[in-house]
Structure formats: structure tokens, C-alpha cells
């Protein structure tokens, strides 16, 4: 195996900053300020964030999958209900989010509970993906073991003749799940390795605005 060493790399992290005014904001309302920096200043897969969740061993996977709503609800993604993180998500519903945009040397840490969405939801969603979108939630079995990519290709090829000119039921083993955020930690890179750090956490109290809007005790940590 060769033998690489990184120890010389650096990077100086000088494009923005968080004040201890930030730490006035609603959390939600901050985050999704800096999904709209993200998709105007065109970062490479904006939506993306790695889902960590953790098994019955407690050992923790996390893996990248895409962010499709976000709301006062929470974080909305898809995805197998019979796959390995939705297997680990039924045992454990607690989970975490990353969300790294490196052309603004930004972080978002998420974590909180996770639930699954309605059948409605779910069903409204799936009619709205392109049909061999459809077809690859149809047909595949996420997480299982195949014996070939061939014997992928061939079930997808089997449902376009299936589901020509037919609508795709959307398969019960698909849908949704929404993240209820307890816990949001914004990172901005700053020069000489002393990033901004600013968490928020739910009232433990559970108190609410006038507004009806859950209150946050925030907090600046050090990088």
C-alpha cells in the first residue's frame, strides 16, 4: 500500500463570518438564508447532506443522500424503508446531518428525531420523479446483495415493458422521513483555524414566541 502523508496541506479559510449578532436569528430561518447563498452561488450539490445513523451495535454509517423540503417541520429526504438506514432509523429514530459547502467554507451540523412521512406525502412526491426514477425505487431491493449489475439492468428493463404507457404505483417499501431538528451548529471557516461556531438548541422548557415559533438557546463555541 503506499504511503501518503497530508500533514502539509492548508488551506486559509477567508470568505465570511459569523458575529455574535447571527446568534439572535431563528436557526431555520438562518439555515435556509444559506441554502439560498448555496443554490445563487451555484455549489455543487447544494441539497446534498451525509445521514448519520446508528444500528443495533451502536455502530454509527452514515452515507450522502438529498435534502428535498424543508420546513418549521423539519428536514424532509426519501428513501427504502427496507434499506439499511431505514432498518437502523426504526431501531433508533434519533439521527444527525452534514451539510458541507466548501465553495462558501460553510458547515451545517443537524441533529435531532427522525420519523417517517405520510402515505400522501410519499405518494405525491413519487408521482413527481421522472418515471425511470420511479422504476429504479420500483425495482430495486436497496441494500440487498445481487449477484450482477446485469441482473439489475434487467429488472429495470423488465419494468419499462411492465409500466408502459401505466402510471408506477409507488412501492410500500419508498417514502419519506422528516428530521425534527433538537440540535443546529453553524461552522464558517476563518482564517488561522479560528472557524465561527455557532450551535442552537431547542428551550428545553418548550416555549414559544408570540409567533408560535419554538425558542432556541444559542451559544457560540470555540473552533
Same mark, same amino acid.
Given at each position: @500500500? ?5 500533514? +502539509? ?7 465570511? +463570518? ?16 444559506? @441554502?439560498?447563498? +448555496? ?20 455502530? *454509527?454509517?452514515?452515507? &450522502? ?16 424503508? +427496507?434499506?439499511?438506514?431505514?432498518? %437502523? ?11 458541507? =459547502? ?27 420523479? *421522472?418515471?425511470?426514477? %420511479?422504476?429504479?425505487?420500483? &425495482? ?5 446483495? &445481487? $449477484? ?15 409500466? %408502459? ?8 417499501? =419508498? ?8 440540535? &443546529?451548529?453553524? =461552522? ?20 414559544? $414566541?408570540?409567533?408560535?415559533? %419554538?425558542? =432556541? ?7
Amino acid at each position: @500500500m503506499p504511503n501518503r502523508d497530508y500533514h +502539509a496541506h492548508r488551506q486559509s479559510y477567508e470568505m465570511g +463570518a459569523l458575529t455574535d449578532e447571527f446568534l439572535k436569528h431563528n436557526p431555520l430561518i438562518l439555515f435556509q438564508s444559506w @441554502m439560498d447563498d +448555496a443554490f445563487e452561488k451555484q455549489v455543487d450539490e447544494p441539497t446534498a447532506m451525509t445521514l448519520s445513523t446508528v444500528d443495533n451495535n451502536l455502530q *454509527p454509517h452514515s452515507r &450522502i443522500v438529498l435534502l428535498k423540503a424543508f420546513n418549521e417541520q423539519g428536514f424532509i429526504f426519501y428513501t427504502h424503508y +427496507a434499506s439499511d438506514k431505514g432498518k %437502523q432509523i426504526e431501531s433508533s429514530p434519533r439521527a444527525a446531518l452534514n451539510f458541507f =459547502w466548501p465553495q462558501l467554507e460553510r458547515q451545517v451540523r443537524v441533529e435531532g428525531m427522525i420519523e417517517k412521512m405520510s402515505a400522501q406525502a410519499s405518494d405525491t412526491y413519487f408521482q413527481s420523479r *421522472p418515471l425511470d426514477s %420511479q422504476l429504479s425505487a420500483y &425495482i430495486s431491493q436497496q441494500s440487498q446483495e &445481487i $449477484t450482477s449489475r446485469s441482473e439489475l439492468e434487467q429488472r429495470m428493463a423488465q419494468a419499462k415493458i411492465d409500466y %408502459q404507457n401505466k402510471p408506477v404505483p409507488r412501492p410500500e417499501h =419508498w417514502g419519506g422521513y422528516c428530521l425534527t431538528a433538537n440540535y &443546529i451548529e453553524f =461552522w464558517q471557516g476563518r482564517p488561522n483555524r479560528l472557524h465561527d461556531r455557532l450551535s442552537f438548541k431547542k428551550d428545553p422548557a418548550n416555549t414559544q $414566541t408570540l409567533a408560535g415559533m %419554538q425558542t =432556541w438557546l444559542s451559544a457560540r463555541l470555540c473552533p
